[in-house]
Protein backbone atom coordinates (compact mmCIF):
# COMPACT_ATOMS: atom_id res chain seq x y z
CA UNK A 1 0.00 0.00 0.00
CA UNK A 2 1.54 2.99 -1.08
CA UNK A 3 2.36 6.02 1.84
CA UNK A 4 0.20 8.85 0.64
CA UNK A 5 0.84 12.82 0.77
CA UNK A 6 -2.07 15.05 -0.22
CA UNK A 7 -1.15 19.02 -1.71
CA UNK A 8 -3.96 21.11 -0.74
CA UNK A 9 -4.98 23.20 -3.87
CA UNK A 10 -8.84 23.18 -3.67
CA UNK A 11 -9.76 22.02 -6.87
CA UNK A 12 -6.50 21.69 -8.16
CA UNK A 13 -5.65 19.67 -5.23
CA UNK A 14 -3.65 16.21 -5.81
CA UNK A 15 -1.55 12.96 -4.15
CA UNK A 16 2.13 12.41 -3.72
CA UNK A 17 2.10 8.65 -3.51
CA UNK A 18 5.20 7.12 -2.40
CA UNK A 19 6.57 3.09 -2.28
CA UNK A 20 9.85 0.98 -3.36
CA UNK A 21 7.69 0.17 -6.63
CA UNK A 22 4.33 2.25 -7.91
CA UNK A 23 4.31 0.27 -11.04
CA UNK A 24 1.18 -1.58 -10.21
CA UNK A 25 -0.38 1.99 -9.04
CA UNK A 26 0.49 3.96 -12.52
CA UNK A 27 -1.25 0.93 -14.33
CA UNK A 28 -3.83 1.18 -12.46
CA UNK A 29 -4.36 4.37 -12.97
CA UNK A 30 -3.75 4.42 -16.77
CA UNK A 31 -6.39 1.50 -16.87
CA UNK A 32 -8.96 3.45 -14.68
CA UNK A 33 -8.00 6.24 -17.06
CA UNK A 34 -8.59 4.25 -20.31
CA UNK A 35 -11.77 2.79 -18.86
CA UNK A 36 -13.52 6.21 -18.86
CA UNK A 37 -12.59 6.63 -22.75
CA UNK A 38 -9.62 8.97 -21.36
CA UNK A 39 -6.17 8.47 -23.92
CA UNK A 40 -2.93 8.26 -22.39
CA UNK A 41 0.60 9.37 -23.72
CA UNK A 42 3.42 8.92 -22.15
CA UNK A 43 7.15 11.79 -22.32
CA UNK A 44 10.19 10.39 -21.36
CA UNK A 45 13.71 10.93 -22.38
CA UNK A 46 16.04 8.69 -24.09
CA UNK A 47 18.45 7.44 -20.88
CA UNK A 48 14.73 6.27 -18.74
CA UNK A 49 13.61 4.70 -22.21
CA UNK A 50 16.42 2.84 -21.90
CA UNK A 51 17.32 1.96 -18.28
CA UNK A 52 13.56 1.61 -17.58
CA UNK A 53 12.41 -0.14 -20.44
CA UNK A 54 10.78 -3.23 -18.46
CA UNK A 55 9.05 -0.38 -16.06
CA UNK A 56 7.70 1.64 -18.79
CA UNK A 57 5.96 -1.92 -20.18
CA UNK A 58 4.30 -2.52 -17.46
CA UNK A 59 3.19 0.58 -16.58
CA UNK A 60 2.01 2.28 -19.86
CA UNK A 61 1.72 -1.12 -22.09
CA UNK A 62 1.23 0.16 -25.85
CA UNK A 63 0.66 3.41 -25.01
CA UNK A 64 2.50 5.85 -27.39
CA UNK A 65 5.63 7.01 -25.92
CA UNK A 66 7.88 9.68 -27.11
CA UNK A 67 11.59 9.60 -26.03
CA UNK A 68 13.21 12.79 -26.91
CA UNK A 69 17.17 13.64 -25.39
CA UNK A 70 18.26 13.71 -22.25
CA UNK A 71 19.55 16.81 -21.15
CA UNK A 72 18.85 20.56 -20.40
CA UNK A 73 18.93 21.72 -23.93
CA UNK A 74 15.52 19.91 -24.56
CA UNK A 75 13.73 21.90 -22.16
CA UNK A 76 13.35 24.63 -25.62
CA UNK A 77 10.78 25.68 -27.74
CA UNK A 78 12.32 23.18 -30.39
CA UNK A 79 11.57 20.73 -27.66
CA UNK A 80 8.02 21.94 -26.70
CA UNK A 81 6.85 21.99 -30.04
CA UNK A 82 8.23 18.11 -30.53
CA UNK A 83 6.29 17.25 -27.82
CA UNK A 84 2.98 19.52 -29.23
CA UNK A 85 3.38 17.62 -32.07
CA UNK A 86 3.38 14.10 -30.48
CA UNK A 87 0.27 14.50 -28.52
CA UNK A 88 -1.55 15.78 -32.09
CA UNK A 89 -0.14 12.49 -33.76
CA UNK A 90 -1.41 10.78 -30.27
CA UNK A 91 -5.07 11.83 -30.97
CA UNK A 92 -5.23 13.11 -27.51
CA UNK A 93 -8.35 15.49 -27.02
CA UNK A 94 -9.31 17.58 -24.25
CA UNK A 95 -10.04 14.41 -22.25
CA UNK A 96 -6.47 13.14 -22.87
CA UNK A 97 -3.32 12.87 -19.99
CA UNK A 98 0.37 13.05 -20.56
CA UNK A 99 2.03 10.92 -17.66
CA UNK A 100 5.55 12.63 -17.65
CA UNK A 101 8.36 9.90 -16.88
CA UNK A 102 12.12 11.68 -15.92
CA UNK A 103 13.63 14.14 -14.18
CA UNK A 104 13.21 17.42 -13.90
CA UNK A 105 13.90 18.54 -17.37
CA UNK A 106 10.86 15.95 -18.47
CA UNK A 107 8.69 17.39 -15.66
CA UNK A 108 8.84 20.79 -16.86
CA UNK A 109 8.94 20.43 -20.34
CA UNK A 110 5.52 17.71 -20.55
CA UNK A 111 4.03 20.42 -17.98
CA UNK A 112 4.42 23.14 -19.92
CA UNK A 113 3.51 20.98 -23.24
CA UNK A 114 0.07 19.44 -21.55
CA UNK A 115 -0.68 23.45 -20.47
CA UNK A 116 -0.37 24.60 -23.37
CA UNK A 117 -1.82 22.14 -25.34
CA UNK A 118 -5.63 22.52 -26.43
CA UNK A 119 -5.45 25.03 -23.62
CA UNK A 120 -4.88 22.66 -21.04
CA UNK A 121 -4.75 18.84 -20.79
CA UNK A 122 -4.20 17.03 -17.57
CA UNK A 123 -0.59 14.96 -16.71
CA UNK A 124 0.79 13.07 -14.15
CA UNK A 125 4.19 12.95 -12.90
CA UNK A 126 6.41 10.11 -12.70
CA UNK A 127 9.83 11.08 -11.21
CA UNK A 128 12.78 9.20 -11.85
CA UNK A 129 15.71 10.98 -10.23
CA UNK A 130 16.44 12.53 -6.95
CA UNK A 131 15.95 16.19 -7.79
CA UNK A 132 12.94 15.61 -9.22
CA UNK A 133 11.63 13.54 -6.69
CA UNK A 134 12.36 15.94 -3.97
CA UNK A 135 11.49 19.01 -5.55
CA UNK A 136 10.72 19.63 -9.30
CA UNK A 137 7.30 17.10 -9.33
CA UNK A 138 5.81 18.87 -6.90
CA UNK A 139 4.47 22.13 -6.76
CA UNK A 140 2.91 22.59 -10.53
CA UNK A 141 5.37 24.91 -12.05
CA UNK A 142 6.27 23.83 -15.71
CA UNK A 143 8.26 25.63 -18.09
CA UNK A 144 11.26 25.97 -20.95
CA UNK A 145 13.98 27.99 -21.14
CA UNK A 146 15.00 30.58 -24.00
CA UNK A 147 18.47 32.22 -24.15
CA UNK A 148 17.99 35.01 -22.06
CA UNK A 149 17.38 32.78 -19.02
CA UNK A 150 16.11 29.64 -17.39
CA UNK A 151 12.51 29.21 -17.08
CA UNK A 152 11.36 32.38 -18.65
CA UNK A 153 8.49 30.26 -20.15
CA UNK A 154 6.28 28.42 -18.62
CA UNK A 155 2.94 28.04 -16.52
CA UNK A 156 1.51 27.23 -13.43
CA UNK A 157 0.00 23.68 -14.22
CA UNK A 158 -0.73 21.66 -11.45
CA UNK A 159 -0.37 17.70 -11.85
CA UNK A 160 -2.82 15.65 -11.22
CA UNK A 161 -0.74 13.00 -8.69
CA UNK A 162 2.82 12.14 -8.50
CA UNK A 163 3.98 8.93 -8.41
CA UNK A 164 7.20 8.38 -6.70
CA UNK A 165 9.32 4.97 -6.85
CA UNK A 166 12.28 5.07 -5.34
CA UNK A 167 13.73 1.93 -6.73
CA UNK A 168 13.75 4.07 -10.19
CA UNK A 169 16.70 5.68 -8.07
CA UNK A 170 18.66 2.39 -8.92
CA UNK A 171 19.72 2.97 -12.36
CA UNK A 172 20.68 6.57 -11.53
CA UNK A 173 24.35 7.96 -12.43
CA UNK A 174 26.25 8.99 -9.08
CA UNK A 175 26.34 12.49 -10.67
CA UNK A 176 22.58 12.71 -11.27
CA UNK A 177 22.13 11.59 -7.80
CA UNK A 178 24.35 14.49 -6.10
CA UNK A 179 22.50 16.85 -8.26
CA UNK A 180 19.52 15.93 -6.92
CA UNK A 181 21.31 16.23 -2.97
CA UNK A 182 21.35 19.78 -3.66
CA UNK A 183 17.76 20.33 -3.35
CA UNK A 184 17.56 18.08 -0.44
CA UNK A 185 20.53 20.31 1.03
CA UNK A 186 18.44 23.76 0.20
CA UNK A 187 15.76 22.04 2.41
CA UNK A 188 17.07 21.69 5.49
CA UNK A 189 19.09 25.44 4.89
CA UNK A 190 15.76 26.96 4.03
CA UNK A 191 13.52 25.36 6.72
CA UNK A 192 13.93 22.46 7.87
CA UNK A 193 17.36 22.76 10.41
CA UNK A 194 17.22 18.73 11.88
CA UNK A 195 17.35 17.79 8.22
CA UNK A 196 20.28 19.70 7.49
CA UNK A 197 22.32 18.11 10.95
CA UNK A 198 21.39 15.08 9.73
CA UNK A 199 23.14 15.59 6.21
CA UNK A 200 26.07 16.94 8.23
CA UNK A 201 26.19 13.89 10.56
CA UNK A 202 25.21 11.50 7.98
CA UNK A 203 25.46 12.35 4.06
CA UNK A 204 22.85 11.01 2.55
CA UNK A 205 23.62 8.09 -0.25
CA UNK A 206 21.45 6.20 -2.57
CA UNK A 207 21.84 2.64 -0.71
CA UNK A 208 21.22 5.27 2.93
CA UNK A 209 17.87 3.38 4.85
CA UNK A 210 16.69 6.73 5.53
CA UNK A 211 16.37 8.25 1.75
CA UNK A 212 12.87 7.33 1.18
CA UNK A 213 12.01 9.26 4.44
CA UNK A 214 14.02 11.74 3.46
CA UNK A 215 12.38 12.75 0.23
CA UNK A 216 9.04 12.24 1.69
CA UNK A 217 10.26 14.91 4.25
CA UNK A 218 11.10 17.31 1.60
CA UNK A 219 7.63 16.79 -0.70
CA UNK A 220 5.99 17.38 2.90
CA UNK A 221 8.00 20.57 3.14
CA UNK A 222 7.38 21.95 -0.77
CA UNK A 223 3.88 20.95 -0.48
CA UNK A 224 2.78 22.91 2.83
CA UNK A 225 4.70 26.34 0.74
CA UNK A 226 2.89 25.68 -2.25
CA UNK A 227 -0.41 25.29 -0.39
CA UNK A 228 0.23 28.65 1.47
CA UNK A 229 1.36 30.82 -1.91
CA UNK A 230 1.06 28.59 -4.78
CA UNK A 231 1.42 31.13 -7.50
CA UNK A 232 4.82 32.91 -5.56
CA UNK A 233 2.86 36.04 -4.82
CA UNK A 234 3.48 36.63 -1.42
CA UNK A 235 5.44 40.19 -1.08
CA UNK A 236 7.76 38.44 1.79
CA UNK A 237 8.76 34.62 2.20
CA UNK A 238 6.17 32.07 0.70
CA UNK A 239 7.03 30.19 -2.18
CA UNK A 240 10.17 32.71 -2.64
CA UNK A 241 12.00 30.66 -0.08
CA UNK A 242 12.17 27.58 -2.60
CA UNK A 243 14.01 29.65 -4.82
CA UNK A 244 17.11 29.83 -2.18
CA UNK A 245 20.62 29.43 -4.00
CA UNK A 246 18.49 29.84 -7.78
CA UNK A 247 19.27 33.43 -8.59
CA UNK A 248 22.82 32.78 -8.51
CA UNK A 249 22.61 29.27 -9.95
CA UNK A 250 20.01 29.74 -12.64
CA UNK A 251 22.58 32.50 -14.03
CA UNK A 252 25.41 29.85 -13.96
CA UNK A 253 23.55 27.92 -16.17
CA UNK A 254 22.37 30.73 -18.42
CA UNK A 255 26.15 32.12 -18.77
CA UNK A 256 27.66 28.73 -18.73
CA UNK A 257 25.40 27.42 -21.65
CA UNK A 258 22.73 24.93 -20.54
CA UNK A 259 23.99 21.76 -19.90
CA UNK A 260 27.22 22.52 -18.85
CA UNK A 261 26.28 22.36 -15.22
CA UNK A 262 23.70 20.26 -14.01
CA UNK A 263 20.44 22.29 -12.51
CA UNK A 264 21.74 20.86 -9.12
CA UNK A 265 25.28 21.31 -9.09
CA UNK A 266 24.81 25.00 -9.91
CA UNK A 267 22.34 25.11 -7.29
CA UNK A 268 25.27 23.37 -5.32
CA UNK A 269 27.11 26.67 -6.14
CA UNK A 270 24.36 28.73 -5.71
CA UNK A 271 23.54 27.84 -2.36
CA UNK A 272 27.50 28.66 -1.38
CA UNK A 273 27.23 32.05 -2.78
CA UNK A 274 23.90 32.25 -1.03
CA UNK A 275 25.53 31.63 2.52
CA UNK A 276 28.35 33.41 1.48
CA UNK A 277 25.80 37.47 0.63
CA UNK A 278 23.71 36.53 4.10
CA UNK A 279 27.24 36.55 6.30
CA UNK A 280 28.04 39.70 4.54
CA UNK A 281 24.54 40.66 5.08
CA UNK A 282 25.63 40.16 9.09
CA UNK A 283 23.09 37.17 9.20
CA UNK A 284 24.92 34.15 9.33
CA UNK A 285 28.83 33.61 10.65
CA UNK A 286 31.78 33.04 8.76
CA UNK A 287 31.52 29.28 10.34
CA UNK A 288 28.01 28.91 9.24
CA UNK A 289 29.22 29.44 5.43
CA UNK A 290 31.93 26.43 6.24
CA UNK A 291 29.03 24.34 7.20
CA UNK A 292 27.37 25.03 4.35
CA UNK A 293 30.08 24.15 2.06
CA UNK A 294 30.94 20.93 3.71
CA UNK A 295 27.67 19.35 3.28
CA UNK A 296 28.06 20.34 -0.04
CA UNK A 297 31.34 19.09 -0.95
CA UNK A 298 30.47 15.47 1.29
CA UNK A 299 27.81 14.88 -1.03
CA UNK A 300 30.06 15.08 -3.93
CA UNK A 301 29.01 18.69 -5.31
CA UNK A 302 30.91 21.74 -6.33
CA UNK A 303 31.00 24.86 -4.07
CA UNK A 304 32.48 26.81 -6.43
CA UNK A 305 32.85 27.57 -10.48
CA UNK A 306 34.71 24.87 -12.33
CA UNK A 307 36.43 27.56 -14.65
CA UNK A 308 35.91 31.33 -14.26
CA UNK A 309 32.45 32.88 -15.39
CA UNK A 310 32.89 36.79 -16.47
CA UNK A 311 30.77 38.56 -13.81
CA UNK A 312 29.39 41.15 -16.21
CA UNK A 313 27.65 37.72 -18.13
CA UNK A 314 26.11 36.28 -15.12
CA UNK A 315 24.96 39.88 -13.20
CA UNK A 316 23.51 40.22 -16.89
CA UNK A 317 21.73 36.65 -16.30
CA UNK A 318 20.42 37.66 -12.56
CA UNK A 319 18.85 40.84 -14.32
CA UNK A 320 16.92 39.04 -16.14
CA UNK A 321 15.98 36.45 -13.88
CA UNK A 322 11.88 35.82 -13.39
CA UNK A 323 12.50 37.27 -9.24
CA UNK A 324 13.40 40.74 -10.29
CA UNK A 325 10.93 42.75 -9.34
CA UNK A 326 10.18 46.67 -10.00
CA UNK A 327 13.61 46.18 -11.52
CA UNK A 328 14.85 45.28 -8.54
CA UNK A 329 16.69 41.79 -7.60
CA UNK A 330 15.15 39.26 -4.77
CA UNK A 331 17.94 37.49 -2.69
CA UNK A 332 17.19 34.24 -0.28
CA UNK A 333 19.32 34.72 2.21
CA UNK A 334 19.66 32.76 5.33
CA UNK A 335 18.72 34.48 8.43
CA UNK A 336 20.06 31.55 10.53
CA UNK A 337 20.86 27.49 8.92
CA UNK A 338 17.56 26.38 8.87
CA UNK A 339 15.42 29.19 8.51
CA UNK A 340 15.61 31.46 5.41
CA UNK A 341 13.99 34.73 4.21
CA UNK A 342 13.39 37.06 0.72
CA UNK A 343 15.72 40.12 0.69
CA UNK A 344 15.61 43.03 -1.60
CA UNK A 345 17.87 46.18 -1.77
CA UNK A 346 21.00 44.20 -1.66
CA UNK A 347 24.37 46.47 -2.33
CA UNK A 348 25.21 45.55 -5.69
CA UNK A 349 29.08 45.29 -4.10
CA UNK A 350 28.30 42.25 -2.03
CA UNK A 351 26.39 40.35 -4.84
CA UNK A 352 29.41 40.93 -6.78
CA UNK A 353 31.69 40.02 -3.69
CA UNK A 354 30.14 36.83 -3.46
CA UNK A 355 30.14 35.69 -6.89
CA UNK A 356 33.46 36.49 -6.71
CA UNK A 357 34.79 34.11 -4.18
CA UNK A 358 32.99 31.40 -5.56
CA UNK A 359 35.04 31.71 -8.53
CA UNK A 360 33.61 34.38 -10.89
CA UNK A 361 36.18 36.67 -13.28
CA UNK A 362 36.38 39.14 -15.72
Known amino acids: MADTLRVNLGERSYPIRFGVDLCADVKAAVGELAASGRRVAVLTDERVAAAQAAALRAMFGDAPVLAVEAGEGTKSLAGLGRVLD ?169 AAGYGEYLHGEAIAIGLSAAARLSQKLGFVTAGDVARVERVVATHALPGRLRAPLAYTELHAAMTRDKKVRAGGLRFVVLNKLGEAATQGDVPPALVEASFREVGAGG
Open 86 to 254: FLVEAKLDRGGVLFAVGGGVIGDLGGFAAASYLRGIDFYQVPTTLLAMVDSSVGGKTGINIAAGKNLVGAFHQPRGVFISTNLLATLPSREFAAGMAEVIKYGLLGDPELFAQLEKTPLTVASPELAAVIRRCCALKARIVEADERETAKEGGRALLNLGHTFGHAIEN
